[in-house]
């Protein structure tokens, strides 16, 4: 079945610091990406996603490109800032799934100033 | 203006009770789902409406029973509950339209079995 791996966290950064999440997936085909971001005490939101090989999806700052040869989906943003302390989520979408998403095990993300 | 609301927020509630957690979307969306988070933050699927149809239906114990009575609502009933049912459960809907389209989460139903 497809799976979502994603690095595990607490990652703890400081204010304006680079900031890398890794994700890779195990799919039969090539699935749609998404990051999604969880906030303290609030719902899954979505920042940002990819449909097909080297599409880069970008929001806030922050963007993932659709890696096919590496299977890979990384966030990455250049510079955090202490409102992006949040949870956040690779999950991946098998084409014809009826939109069934898998999540990965989702990354703690604190930035401190 | 919510787009996605649940309730209730919490539910404290013992072993062996059956409860209801509910949800409501105003987004005009055709699909609707259900999700689990354990206490380790892990999300996993349990069911997918679309226009009140039951499309997706993963691995759960039929003690756990969605209704969706209209496309805006879908509901879930768990019978006999468990201390294992203790968890964050998130309703989402999402337009019916191709792959790769934006589920809209709503705030979460915190489920504590004693």
């Known amino acids: 079945g497809n799976s979502v791996t994603q690095m595990e966290g607490p990652v703890t950064l400081s204010e304006e610091a680079f900031l890398t999440i890794n994700c890779t997936y195990t799919?039969?085909?090539?699935?749609?990406l998404f990051w999604y971001v969880q906030y303290p005490g609030e719902g899954l939101q979505l920042l940002l996603k990819a449909t097909k090989a080297d599409d880069k999806g970008s929001n806030k700052g922050f963007e993932a490109t659709y890696r096919k040869e590496t299977t890979s989906f990384h966030l990455e943003k250049g510079s955090v800032q202490v409102s992006d302390s949040a949870v956040y989520f690779c999950?991946?979408?098998?084409?014809?799934?009826?939109?069934?998403?898998?999540f990965g095990t989702g990354t703690q993300l604190k930035v401190e100033l | 203006d919510t787009a996605v609301s649940q309730t209730p927020k919490y539910l404290v509630t013992q072993m062996g009770n059956d409860k209801s957690i509910k949800c409501e979307q105003n987004l005009g969306h055709d699909t609707m789902y259900w999700y689990k988070q354990d206490s380790k933050k892990f999300l996993k699927i349990m069911f997918s409406y679309n226009n009140k149809e039951l499309i997706i239906n993963e691995t759960v114990p039929n003690r756990f029973s969605p209704k969706s009575p209209d496309k805006a609502h879908l509901n879930l009933h768990i019978n006999s509950l468990e201390l294992g049912d203790s968890a964050v459960y998130f309703c989402?809907?999402?337009?019916?339209?191709?792959?790769?389209?934006?589920?809209?989460f709503g705030p979460g139903t915190r489920l504590t079995v004693t």
């Open positions: 799919a039969t085909g090539y699935p749609s």
């Open positions: 989402a809907s999402s337009p019916t339209s191709g792959s790769a389209t934006e589920q809209y």
């Open positions: 999950a991946g979408e098998e084409r014809g799934g009826g939109n069934k998403l898998t």
